[in-house]
């Protein structure tokens, strides 16, 4: 499924979080092993299996609490919800509620990064027809919030689907069909609702 983990460290503390773990836990444990990280929370961008599936092994392996959306309908430890701030070291990533491929998307911006699940993706956004999924909330999404962000974040996003790993807002603005400015009833037409 091409799905992306992050591990997202700051680098004066050494204090990290782990973004969406699912396959290949032994790669990451052998990054968290190899610089010495202390891994402080477990951050789902969504409740999609193929998002948390490494949910319990990784918080095993570090005693990390899983932090997801409140809306989340999976077991976690600390819930959050749009405007907060999770802390690491003297790091910090916002929350930002994005609902639209799923009822507890986020996406997390900060350090001029943004890891957006599958909310966007490079080229591409999220499907909206799995349960919970809804193309009108997803135009809210993309053009009330991400469109609104720094054109010069990095993006980061859920599945290796793009041509490209990573991406920027500026670019997906310009290059990205889902992010073209249309009315939201073109918008659910082209998303087949």
């Known amino acids: 499924m091409a799905n992306f983990t992050y591990v997202v460290e700051d680098d004066e503390t050494s204090e990290a979080i782990v ?3 699912s396959w290949d836990l ?3 444990e052998q990054v968290i092993k190899r610089n010495d990280l202390k891994i402080k929370y477990i951050v789902n961008t969504h409740h999609h299996f193929d998002h948390t599936l490494g949910n319990q092994a990784m918080a095993e392996s570090t005693g990390a609490p899983i932090v997801q959306h409140e809306e989340s309908e999976l077991e976690n430890d600390i819930k959050v919800k749009d405007g907060d701030v ?3 070291g003297n790091s910090e990533l916002r929350v930002y509620h994005t609902p639209g491929h799923s009822k507890d998307s ?3 911006v900060g ?3 943004i890891f957006s ?3 966007l993706f490079v080229g591409n956004c999220g499907r909206v027809d799995l ?3 809804s193309a009108k909330e997803l135009y809210h999404s993309l053009f009330d919030i991400l469109y609104t962000l720094d054109d010069n974040l990095e993006l980061y996003c859920g599945h290796n689907y793009g041509h490209t790993k990573i991406s920027s807002i500026g670019k997906e603005k310009t290059t990205n069909l889902v ?3 249309r009315t939201e009833e073109e918008f659910l037409q082209m998303m087949g609702q």
């Open 19 to 21: 973004i969406d773990p």
């Open 26 to 28: 032994d790669e990451i």
């Open 86 to 88: 999770i802390k690491f």
């Open 106 to 108: 986020i996406c997390l």
């Open 111 to 113: 350090d001029g990064k």
């Open 117 to 119: 699940g599958d909310t």
């Open 131 to 133: 349960p919970g999924g």
């Open 179 to 181: 992010m073209q400015r």
